[in-house]
């Protein structure tokens, strides 16, 4: 299968900085999405991006696929955005579509 | 609300016995997902099944089972529980059958004892 690494896997930042997480894979891929999990263990999707870049307010995303990996920028960081994010990147083969996850970068943004 | 329903929020059952977790996709979504967070495996994918049809199969073991029923929404299946089934169990939905975002719910709690 395919292997995902995220980085950094862990992450503190005071209220207002900015920063890059990175998810890099190993093979091509279908499909590539961007999750938080806040503190309560609720999954939000972020970004559905296979190729290039999205913006949603604060957060963009960044995928380069040829050379297999993806970014997601936060800017001006507040509290809210503490919890673990995860990239996960879909593969589809002639079984179906198969799913491979990071294991995630855990940020904590203090006051 | 994220729109997709997953009851019950929390179980604690003993080994061996059999549990069966429920998805309500949100209203339109045509394929349903589950996943496993367990603390030693982190995020794992489960099942993947769109328009009643299975759809993708990921790490599921043989003592799981999962099926979408007409009205769409979807059962999942533990039997013969161990103490390592213990784990967070999420189920999400969308639209296609491939591509796109997905929306999770808020997942279901499950202690084995």
């Known amino acids: 299968g395919i292997q995902v690494e995220q980085s950094p896997p862990d992450l503190i930042l005071q209220e207002g900085a900015n920063s890059t997480l990175r998810c890099n894979f190993s093979d091509s891929v279908n499909n590539l999405q961007w999750f938080h999990q806040n503190p309560w263990g609720q999954l939000i999707n972020l970004f559905y991006?296979?190729?290039g870049t999205k913006q949603n307010g604060r957060l963009s995303a960044t995928t380069v696929a040829t050379e297999r990996y993806s970014l997601l920028y936060i800017s001006s960081s507040q509290t809210t955005d503490s919890g673990v994010y995860f990239c996960?990147?879909?593969?589809?083969?002639?079984?179906?579509?198969?799913?491979?996850f990071g294991t995630g970068t855990s940020l904590t943004v203090i006051p | 609300d994220s729109g997709v329903t997953q009851t019950p929020k929390h179980l604690i059952t003993a080994t061996g016995q059999r549990v069966t977790l429920r998805c309500s996709p949100r209203s339109g979504d045509l394929s349903v997902y589950w996943y496993q967070q367990s603390l030693d495996q982190g995020l794992q994918f489960l099942i993947q099944y769109y328009n009643g049809e299975e759809r993708a199969k990921g790490n599921i073991l043989e003592r799981f089972s999962a099926q979408q029923f007409p009205d769409l929404h979807s059962e999942l299946n533990l039997s013969s529980l161990e103490l390592g089934d213990s784990a967070l169990y999420f189920c999400a939905s969308s639209v296609v059958a491939q591509g796109g975002g997905y929306t999770f719910g808020s997942g279901t709690r499950l202690t084995v004892v």
């Open positions: 996960a990147v879909v593969q589809a083969d002639n079984t179906g579509n198969q799913f491979y």
């Open positions: 991006i296979p190729s």
